[in-house]
C-alpha cells in the first residue's frame, strides 16, 4: 500500500522538506527550539526524531499553514501578468514549513500514535482542508492558473512543465474552482466535515483493533509452533493474539481448535462493531452522506465519478469493467474450492460445516496433502532481515545496480526501525530508507511506504523513504520468521520504495510517487514478481538455524502449490473493490440506514455474496477508503496488476531479470513520476496499451 498521510484535500506547493529555512514570523506560535522551524541538518535532510516532542507538531502546523497562506495571497495578488515562473513554480516553492513537519506527521500517526497526537490529528484535520480550500478556492490565484492554461501553446513549455500545468488545472476544477461563492462556502464547510470524520473513523478503527486483541489460554491456540507461542505469551501466562486489519488473521490457518478458530475470526469481524465508542458504523454512513453531497455540488451523480477523473480508469464505469472481468471466474474458483474443503471437514467429523473461520484451516491442510507443503515449512528460510539485505537489495542490484550500507548514527522514531542509505551504481548517493516492519499498538494496521523528503531538482533533494509492516515480532534474541505473504508484502513495499528513490523530477507535484491510485500500485506489485526469481530466491531464503538455502525440492512445491487457494485470495479482494465502488457510486438521494444492509445487498449486486468467502475488509473496518485516500479507488489494485503483469510479460519477451531490462524500466516507467500522462508513459515503454491477457492467465482465470 502506498500512503501519504500529509493533509486532508489535495496537497498544494512542494510536498519537499526545503533547502532553505523558512522566513521566521513574529507569530507568537513561533519557537526557536520547536526543530520544524529549522531544516533538519542530517544527512539528506531527514528529520531528527532524537530531537522532536509531540508538543511540537501543533504550533508547527498552525505556523506552516500561516506561512503558506501568505505566500499563496502574494502569488494572487501579484499586480505582473501571470507567468510560468512567477506562479507555478512560486506555488510549487510555497508551505516549505508545512510539507516538513506534515511528513512527520502523517509518518507518527500512522506508525506510531498516541493518545496525544490523535487529539491533535482530530483537532487540526478540518484546519487542512479549511487550508487546502483557502488555496484552491482563490479565484485569484485560479485565474492566473486558468490564464496559463488558456494560453499553454504561446508559453513554450518543456514537457514537464507542461504537465505541472495541467495537474494544477485539473486540481483546481476538482477542488470546485468554477463554483460560485456560495457553492465555495458550502463546499468549505462539507471539506471540514468530511476531513473530521476520516480522523474519527482511523482513531476509532486503531482503538477498537487494539482493544479487540484476543486472550488464549496454551490449550486454545494448539496447532501453533512454538515461536508463534513464545511471541503471543504474556506476564500471566495467558496468550494474547493481536489483530492485523483484515478479515483473515494469519493464525487461523494453524488453529486446530475450531472453537478458537471462530473465536479469533469473530473479534476481527466485529472489532468496531460493538455498538462502544469505536463502533465505526454511524462515522461511515455520515461521511458517506457527506461525500455524495459534494460530488453533488460540484456537479457529479456520486463521489467516485467526481474523484476518478485524474485516474488511469478516468470513470467508475471502467473501474467496474475491469472488475466484471474478473469477478465470475473468481467466485466460481471459490466455490469449486469450497467443496473441496467442506468435504475435508465432514470427512474429519460429518457434522462439520465450513466457515469463513475455517477457511484458512483447511485450506492449509489441502495444500499440505496436495503439495506436501506448510507454512511451517517454508517460514524457518524467511528470516525478515535476509529478506530485506539478500532480498529486496539483491534484487535492487541485479536490476538496477543500487546497493546498500546500514546507517546506525541517525535517530529513529522507535527502536524497531533499522536505516539504511542507498547507492547508485556509480557509487552517488541516491537516498535514505527507514524500515519499520513488527506491528505494536500504536501503528495502524496494514502495511505502507511514504516519504520524509521527496527528490526535486527545483530544491536540490533527495528521496528519504520508510516502510512500514505489521509482522510479529519474535521474543527476544529470536529471528523475525516470517510468512511467505509477509515475503511478498516486503518485496511489494520496497517496490513502492524504488519507485520513489528512482524519481526525477524537477518539480515536487509531480515527482516518484504522485501519481495515480491506479498506477502507483504498479511498480509495487511488478516487483512482487522477484520473490521467487531463483537467483533471488536462493540469496535471502537459507535456514536461520543451518544456513542451508532453501531446498529445490521445497521451491518446486512452493511454485506448484503457487496458483492454489486462487479463488479465494481473488475473490476477497475483487470483494472489497467492488463494495468501494458501490458505497462511492451511491447517490445523495438514495439514503443509508444501515451499514450492515446496505454491505450485504452490495455483495448481492457485485455477486460476491460467498458467506465463506467475506470481503478482505468489511465496511466498518476498511481503512482505505474510508481513512487512508482510497475512496472509489481501490481497485487501483487490480488495474494496477493489470499493468504489472503486461510489463512483465515484457521482461520475459526480453531476456528476463536483467540488468538491461532494469535500466530501461528505470527509465521509461520508474523515474517518470507524474511528469506525463499516465497512460501514455505506459504506451511510450510497451509500446501498446497494456493487456490484460498476462494477468488473466497468472491467475489461472483464461
Not at 501568505?70 to 510560468?84: C, G, L, R
Not at 471437514?345 to 460429518?350: D, M, P, V
Not at 449486486?605 to 474510508?626: A, E, G, W
Not at 531490462?661 to 496499451?689: A, E, H, M, P
Request: net charge negative; charged share 25%; proline share 3%.
Amino acid at each position: 500500500m502506498f500512503n501519504k498521510k500529509l493533509f486532508y484535500g489535495m496537497m498544494v506547493g512542494s510536498s519537499i522538506l526545503a533547502t532553505s529555512c523558512s522566513e521566521k514570523s513574529t507569530n507568537s506560535m513561533w519557537n526557536d527550539k520547536n526543530p520544524f522551524f529549522e531544516v533538519s541538518t542530517l544527512p539528506y535532510q531527514t528529520a531528527d526524531f532524537s530531537k522532536i516532542k509531540n508538543e511540537d507538531f501543533k504550533p508547527a502546523l498552525l505556523q506552516g499553514m500561516a506561512e503558506q497562506l501568505v505566500e499563496i495571497n502574494k502569488i494572487a495578488d501579484n499586480s505582473e501578468a501571470p507567468t510560468f515562473e512567477n506562479t507555478l513554480v512560486e506555488i510549487e516553492k510555497s508551505g516549505q514549513l508545512l510539507t516538513r513537519v506534515n511528513h512527520v506527521f502523517g509518518l507518527l500517526t500512522g506508525a506510531n500514535t498516541n493518545e496525544t497526537l490523535q487529539v491533535v490529528e482530530e483537532e487540526m484535520s478540518p484546519k487542512f482542508a479549511a487550508h487546502s480550500d483557502a488555496i484552491y478556492l482563490n479565484d485569484k490565484l485560479f485565474q492566473r492558473v486558468k490564464t496559463l492554461h488558456d494560453n499553454k501553446k504561446s508559453l513554450n513549455l518543456d514537457k514537464e512543465s507542461s504537465r505541472l500545468l495541467d495537474v494544477y488545472y485539473q486540481r483546481f476544477e476538482l477542488a470546485g474552482a468554477n463554483l460560485s461563492t456560495a457553492q465555495k462556502d458550502e463546499l468549505k464547510k462539507l471539506n471540514g466535515e468530511i476531513a473530521s470524520l476520516e480522523t474519527k473513523f482511523s482513531n476509532q478503527l486503531l482503538k477498537g483493533t487494539k482493544s479487540g486483541g484476543v486472550i488464549f489460554s496454551k490449550e486454545e491456540l494448539a496447532g501453533l509452533s512454538d515461536a508463534d507461542l513464545e511471541a503471543f505469551k504474556q506476564a500471566d501466562g495467558t496468550y494474547l493474539i493481536s489483530l492485523l486489519n483484515t478479515t483473515q488473521q494469519p493464525e487461523l490457518q494453524n488453529m486446530t481448535n475450531a472453537a478458537s478458530r471462530k473465536k479469533l475470526f469473530d473479534a476481527a469481524w466485529i472489532r468496531t462493531e460493538k455498538k462502544d465508542e469505536n463502533d465505526t458504523r454511524a462515522t461511515i454512513l455520515t461521511l458517506v452522506k457527506k461525500r455524495a453531497e459534494k460530488a453533488k455540488l460540484l456537479g457529479f451523480s456520486n463521489y467516485a465519478e467526481w474523484n476518478l477523473q485524474d485516474q488511469m480508469a478516468q470513470n467508475p464505469t471502467a473501474a467496474k469493467g475491469i472488475l466484471n472481468q474478473m469477478i465470475p471466474a473468481a467466485t466460481a474458483m471459490a466455490q469449486k474450492d469450497a467443496k473441496e474443503f467442506e468435504a475435508l471437514a465432514k470427512k474429519e467429523n460429518s457434522s462439520n460445516t465450513l466457515t469463513a473461520a475455517d477457511w484458512n484451516y483447511y485450506a492449509e491442510k489441502v495444500r499440505k496433502e496436495k503439495y506436501d507443503i506448510d507454512e511451517n515449512e517454508m517460514k524457518p528460510y524467511f528470516v525478515l532481515d535476509s529478506v530485506v539485505e539478500n532480498g529486496i537489495f539483491f534484487m535492487a542490484k541485479e536490476l538496477y545496480g543500487i546497493t546498500f550500507k546500514k546507517r546506525t548514527d541517525i535517530p529513529t522514531w522507535h527502536e524497531d526501525v533499522k536505516v539504511y542509505e542507498l547507492f547508485n551504481e556509480d557509487g552517488s548517493q541516491l537516498g535514505l530508507f527507514y524500515t519499520d516492519y513488527f506491528k505494536r499498538d500504536s501503528k495502524q494496521g496494514g502495511a505502507w511506504m511514504s516519504n520524509l523528503v521527496e527528490q526535486s531538482h527545483l530544491f536540490g533533494t533527495k528521496p528519504v523513504i520508510y516502510n512500514v509492516g505489521n509482522y510479529t515480532k519474535p521474543a527476544n534474541g529470536q529471528p523475525a520468521l516470517i510468512s511467505y505473504d509477509d515475503v511478498v508484502t516486503t518485496f511489494h513495499e520496497f517496490g513502492h520504495a524504488l519507485h520513489g528513490f528512482f524519481a526525477n523530477q524537477k518539480y515536487p507535484t509531480l515527482s516518484g510517487t504522485n501519481v495515480s491510485r491506479d498506477f502507483v500500485e504498479f511498480p509495487s506489485q511488478f516487483h512482487e514478481h522477484y520473490v521467487t526469481e531463483p537467483s533471488i530466491l536462493k540469496n535471502y531464503a537459507k535456514h536461520y538455524e543451518t544456513g542451508a538455502v532453501i531446498p529445490d525440492a521445497l521451491v518446486e512445491k512452493m511454485k506448484k502449490a503457487s496458483n492454489f487457494n486462487k479463488g479465494y485470495s481473488l475473490t476477497e479482494l475483487l470483494s472489497a473493490a467492488a463494495l468501494d465502488l458501490s458505497w462511492h457510486t451511491v447517490s445523495v438521494d438514495k439514503p443509508i440506514v444501515s451499514v450492515d444492509e446496505f454491505e450485504k445487498q452490495a455483495l448481492v449486486d457485485n455477486k460476491t455474496n460467498l458467506s465463506q468467502v467475506p470481503p478482505r475488509y468489511r465496511s466498518s473496518y476498511f481503512s482505505h477508503i474510508f481513512g487512508g485516500g482510497y475512496a472509489a479507488g481501490y481497485f487501483a489494485y487490480i488495474w494496477a496488476e493489470m499493468l504489472d503483469h503486461d510489463a512483465y510479460e515484457w521482461t520475459l519477451e526480453n531476456g528476463g531479470m536483467t540488468r538491461k531490462n532494469g535500466q530501461i524500466l528505470r527509465d521509461k516507467v520508474f523515474s517518470q513520476g507524474n511528469s506525463d500522462d499516465l497512460n501514455t508513459i505506459y504506451k511510450n515503454f510497451r509500446g501498446k496499451k497494456p493487456s490484460i491477457e498476462p494477468m488473466l492467465k497468472y491467475h489461472g482465470l483464461k
